[in-house]
């Protein structure tokens, strides 16, 4: 059965605080993505690493890195926590197939962050 | 600029009825469409998709129209059950890309 497992449900942090949310998937897929979803604006891609130690910003990175030191494992932290980014995180990874193809997107349970 | 589009936040269909989740987009350029299922405090879960070499795909209770020419697909859900009550999402994306783009998601309500 496929995974994605993502290392904290819930999780409370002051304002200004780093904060470091894991990810790890088993099923060998190349691409891994963060999104953040927030109740009327969907879900927004944050970074995309397509390989080990290689990234590509997605539609709203500012305020976050993310970090791909190994194949399976794909983390996103938040240098310093402000309350605008309170929201709920997912990881996501997919397969790199052929010129052409794409296949689906298999999520984590994901993150419930909230800054105070 | 909202390149797929849910224009209904949400749904409201009695059990055993047909639900209809619309979805609409604008670039040309999609030729993928997936539908994810996303209950309360966990992920989304993939559910059906759609490549726009065909116009209809379906599995077991759930098929997906794909209208090219009106940029528009819809799921359909017969028949209803209280258990499929989740927000749905739809994705678009263009193959060989990485960028899925999503919808701003349907909240479907089935009542018993």
């Known amino acids: 059965d496929v995974k994605v497992t993502q290392s904290s449900r819930y999780l409370v942090k002051r304002t200004g605080e780093k904060v470091f949310l894991e990810c790890v998937q088993d099923m060998d897929h190349e691409n891994m993505f963060w999104y953040r979803q927030d109740p009327g604006l969907g879900l927004r891609l944050i970074y995309f690493s397509y390989d080990v130690k290689m990234k590509e910003k997605g539609d709203i990175p500012e305020g976050y890195s993310v970090s791909r030191e190994k194949k399976e494992r794909f983390s996103l932290i938040l240098e310093s926590a402000s309350t605008n980014q309170t929201s709920m995180y997912l990881c996501?990874?997919?397969?790199?197939?052929?010129?052409?193809?794409?296949?689906?997107?298999?999520f984590g349970e994901g993150s419930r962050l909230t800054v105070l | 600029d909202q390149q797929v589009k849910q224009n209904s936040p949400s749904l409201s269909v009695q059990e055993g009825r047909i639900s209809i989740l619309n979805c609409d987009y604008t670039?040309?350029?999609?030729?993928?469409f997936l539908w994810y299922k996303k209950y309360p405090a966990e992920g989304p879960t993939f559910l059906i998709s759609?490549?726009?070499?065909?116009d209809k795909n379906e599995d077991g209770r759930f098929t997906v129209f794909l209208n090219k020419s009106a940029k528009h697909l819809s799921l359909h859900i017969v028949p209803s059950q209280p258990g499929d009550s989740a927000v749905y999402f739809c994705a678009a994306i263009r193959s060989g890309t990485y960028k899925y783009i999503f919808g701003t998601g349907t909240r479907l309500k089935v009542l018993a």
């Open positions: 996501a990874s997919s397969l790199r197939l052929g010129q052409g193809k794409t296949g689906e997107l298999f």
């Open positions: 670039n040309s350029m999609f030729d993928y």
């Open positions: 759609i490549s726009s070499i065909k």
